[in-house]
């Protein structure tokens, strides 16, 4: 703190106009000091006037005051050297190399304060002082510092440039409308400047309003963002109670043929222990019959014999055994495949329901996204490449697969295959094991006179005219015959031409419901596009 005040006392000793301490200190009849050298040089610049006055309180003096060094003040500036105290101004006063440093100080430059349009010079502080006391100063424009004052200068005429062409939409001085600019839409700079000012003002308006828009859209999708976390949420909840339930009643299923097959186990059991202790009491009957039987057949006397015979050789009624019809490994083995039926039905209505319930949580967009644009080469399109296999339970009986179910060959020979609902009873069709949705990329290979190749949905007919690809509203195809090359949907032809490759590509974007057909060969040729709305998960179909 004693420091502090000393650096306090010590600024009263500096030298307004070089902001330094006193150098052969001189009082002026005002009573403000100054160094001897800088007021001389101030005054001398007011020679012409004859009229000279103080730098800080402007207060004149005629005619020009002799000055005499203050003694006093010069002792006490020695006296504040000798303890080295330093009364100069910090150094964030000073001006460094990224500052506008004021163009009238000498030696080490303050930091500008302001800078003059009308002089083209920047001013510290106190050289400053001019232009806020001195009249014709005071009509001058002041901005903040700025190390640009020398583009206001042309460059030609070496003038201020006051002026802006209209024409040319470029600042000028007073001189260039008379060759360079002459003839063309010229106004002063602050006429300009209105009227930038008013197209400013209206864009600022617009921007308001746009960002009071954009304020209303951050709100609606701040609660849009709560809305959609409550619904999942809820979703969330209401999919785990759901399924909790299913798994209670197949818990509950599990129990009751566990409680089933245990209860006829019991009886099976129980009537099987009880013949099964009938016959071993008979055995037993029998042993001990057999055993007299045996002792009467060894009676010596004849007529002893022959008259005991007829009450011995009566035997018990045996127990009836015709009931028993054993199936050796055949017991309960076809509850097991019975249960196992249950499971394949469950697992293929899980499979196809799941993907409805997959598409139905894609199709969620709140902001509504546009779609991606479609690729341009064919390894854009392999991105999006998905591995097909053919379903065999809708595989049409001429229809032999092979290669993992990857194709389908068309035979004359009918094949064993199980009945299956899904089955194509009458066309030679079968569809994929896959559903399709988002956005996918296939290929395929054909051979022969004739193919279709196609996307439906899954509840497409499998009998009848209206199951075949492409002649009813669930399906869409491209079909191959012999030269002929032409595309079905809902029962409507469409004939194009285009180049017949051995190969095919589909390209499906199913939530922007586009459909391409392209034949691949050294290049891919777009041979047919469908724009439409898909309702439903899709299958590949050949």
């Not at 800080?56 to 010069?74: D, E, H, S, Y």
């Not at 039926?341 to 949580?361: G, H, M, P």
């Not at 590509?505 to 439409?532: C, E, N, P």
Request: hydrophobic share 30%.
């Amino acid at each position: 703190m004693a420091q502090q005040g000393a650096q306090l006392d010590g600024a009263k000793f500096c030298c307004s106009i070089c902001l330094d301490l006193l150098k052969d200190p001189v009082t002026i009849p005002c009573g403000h000091s100054y160094c001897m050298s800088c007021v001389n040089n101030f005054w001398d610049e007011e020679d012409k006037k004859e009229i000279y006055s103080c730098p800080q309180c402007r207060q004149t003096f005629t005619p020009r005051p002799i000055l005499v060094k203050n003694t006093m003040l010069a002792d006490l500036v020695e006296e504040l050297k000798k303890t080295g105290l330093q009364a100069a101004p910090a150094d964030h006063c000073y001006a460094g190399p990224e500052d506008v440093a004021c163009d009238v100080c000498t030696g080490r430059k303050l930091k500008a304060f302001k800078s003059c349009l009308q002089c083209l010079a920047s001013y510290c502080e106190n050289h400053l002082q001019r232009h806020y006391n001195v009249a014709p100063l005071k009509k001058h424009k002041l901005v903040d510092p700025s190390k640009k004052l020398q583009e206001n200068i042309c460059s030609r005429h070496d003038e201020v440039m006051k002026m802006f062409c209209r024409t040319d939409q470029q600042i000028i001085c007073y001189l260039c409308p008379v060759d360079e600019h002459k003839g063309h839409d010229t106004v002063s700079a602050a006429a300009e400047r209105t009227e930038r000012q008013r197209e400013l003002k209206v864009s600022r308006l617009h921007i308001q309003q746009r960002i009071q828009n954009r304020e209303k859209d951050v709100k609606l999708l701040q609660q849009e963002v709560k809305a959609v976390i409550r619904s999942a949420d809820k979703a969330v909840k209401d999919s785990e109670k759901i399924f909790t339930e299913l798994i209670r009643l197949l818990q509950k299923r599990s129990s009751d043929v566990k409680q089933q097959i245990r209860s006829q186990q019991e009886t099976e059991v129980s009537g099987v222990k009880e013949l099964q202790e009938k016959l071993q009491q008979e055995i037993t009957e029998l042993k001990r019959k057999d055993a007299e039987l045996k002792q009467f057949s060894q009676t010596e006397d004849h007529i002893q014999f022959l008259q005991n015979y007829p009450s011995v050789s009566q035997l018990s009624e045996p127990t009836d055994s015709s009931s028993i019809n054993i199936r050796p490994l055949r017991y309960f083995e076809d509850v097991t495949a019975a249960v196992s039926e249950l499971r394949d039905k469950l697992q293929d209505i899980l499979r196809d329901k799941w993907t409805n319930i997959s598409l139905t949580v894609t199709e969620v967009d709140v902001l509504l996204s546009q779609p991606e644009p479609e690729p341009k080469t064919r390894a854009g399109f392999l991105k999006y490449s998905r591995e097909i296999t053919l379903d065999p339970n809708t595989a049409h009986t001429r229809l032999l697969l092979s290669d993992g179910n990857r194709k389908a060959e068309l035979i004359k020979q009918h094949q064993p295959y199980s009945s299956h609902p899904d089955r194509f009873a009458e066309w030679c069709q079968v569809l994929s094991r896959e559903s399709l949705t988002g956005r996918c990329y296939w290929e395929v290979e054909r051979s022969g006179t004739g193919v279709y190749v196609a996307v439906a949905y899954k509840n497409i007919s499998r009998a009848g005219d209206d199951c075949v690809f492409g002649h009813n509203d669930k399906s869409w195809a491209l079909h191959y015959y012999n030269n002929t090359c032409e595309f079905w949907f809902s029962n409507i032809r469409t004939l194009f031409s285009g180049p017949q490759s051995s190969r095919v590509g589909v390209y499906l974007d199913h939530r922007a419901g586009i459909l391409s057909f392209y034949s691949i060969s050294k290049t891919m040729t777009l041979l047919h596009r469908v724009q439409t709305t898909f309702t439903q998960p899709l299958y590949v179909g050949v």
